[in-house]
């Protein structure tokens, strides 16, 4: 297991690096093929999050992991964002296989109140097709996914403003 975790931190190294030298994050589609999952993973116990109890807001699924660089810098943007946007966005991020003292440090550090699912195997990053650290789905506020951003933004900059104003109208 800990040589898996190594290739894929590896493997994620070599992305970034690319990434980071074209701007350090890309936006792909999201396939109009691909269903969208209807739930997201319970927090702490408590009963599965319902995409459809969200109909109205736009919604952002960050997948992320303590080990990911990109993931702890981006993580203050997200939380800004979901404060000051709160009426019309929902931020859930979906930790990947983190051990639980590791997320638990990780949200004591950064001081993080966005809401934290546990996803110990995986299950629910290779549902929404997550392979690359951070990735961000945007749903719109009618409840399509749109895209998927992979790698770090900063959520309160310019562009991450020209990928969120579209989500927040309702058609």
């Known amino acids: 297991m800990q040589r898996r975790a190594l290739l894929l931190q590896l493997g994620f190294g070599a992305w970034a690096g690319l990434a980071h030298a074209e701007g350090g994050y890309d936006v792909k589609a999201w396939s109009a093929t691909r269903?969208?999952?209807r739930q997201v993973?319970?927090?702490d116990g408590k009963a599965p999050i319902q995409l459809a109890?969200?109909?109205g807001r736009a919604v952002l699924i960050n997948f992320w992991a303590s080990w990911c660089e990109p993931c702890c810098q981006e993580m203050p943007s997200l939380q800004k964002l979901a404060t000051t946007r709160a009426q019309d966005l929902v931020v859930l991020t979906v930790n990947f296989k983190d051990?639980?003292?590791n997320v638990e440090t990780f949200i004591a550090q950064t001081g993080l109140k966005l809401p934290v699912l546990r996803d110990p195997d995986g299950v629910t990053a290779q549902a929404f097709g997550v392979r690359i650290f951070p990735s961000t789905v945007l749903i719109d506020a009618d409840g399509v996914a749109r895209?998927?951003?992979r790698g770090g933004l900063d959520w309160i900059g310019p562009a991450a403003q020209q990928l969120i104003?579209?989500?927040l109208k309702r058609r």
Do not use: G, M, Q, R
Request: proline letters at 17%; zero cysteines.
């Open 41 to 43: 993973l319970s927090e």
């Open 165 to 167: 104003s579209p989500l």
């Open 35 to 37: 269903a969208l999952p």
């Open 99 to 101: 051990a639980p003292a």
């Open 147 to 149: 895209s998927t951003v």
């Open 53 to 55: 109890d969200f109909h």
